[in-house]
């Protein structure tokens, strides 16, 4: 059974930094790309950044520069580091495999950016 666990998340000011882990079971990990995806209440669910089996790493335009993916394979996790926080950051950050691979989602973790 798949399994994500997020933390990581919590109250931060804006412009500060937090970092996200996802602990992932049930999956090959290594062969796995893995992202990051975020949801404010009442929005969709959107893509945030991926970290491809090879370490390489795509993101959303939003976040470029600020935000960064990386795996640890020995551990079966995926971290998002975020720096200089805006407050649309703010949601619950999820990590899943890849689209358009998808599988159960986890409880997420919340981010809350205030100014």
């Known amino acids: 059974q798949v399994q994500f666990v997020e933390s990581g998340g919590g109250l931060v000011e804006a412009g500060g930094t937090q970092k996200l882990s996802c602990v992932a079971t049930?999956?090959?990990?290594?062969?796995?790309?893995i992202a990051w995806y975020r949801q404010i209440p009442g929005g969709e669910r959107e893509w945030v950044a991926t970290?491809?089996?090879?370490?390489?790493?795509i993101y959303r335009d939003s976040v470029k520069g600020r935000f960064t993916i990386s795996r640890d394979n020995a551990k079966n996790v995926v971290s998002l580091q975020m720096k200089n926080l805006k407050l649309d950051a703010t949601a619950v950050y999820s990590c899943?495999?890849?689209?358009?691979?998808?599988?159960?989602w986890g409880q997420g973790t919340q981010v809350t950016v205030a100014s």
């Open positions: 970290v491809g089996t090879t370490a390489d790493t």
């Open positions: 899943n495999l890849a689209a358009p691979k998808f599988a159960s």
């Open positions: 049930g999956i090959s990990f290594a062969s796995e790309a």
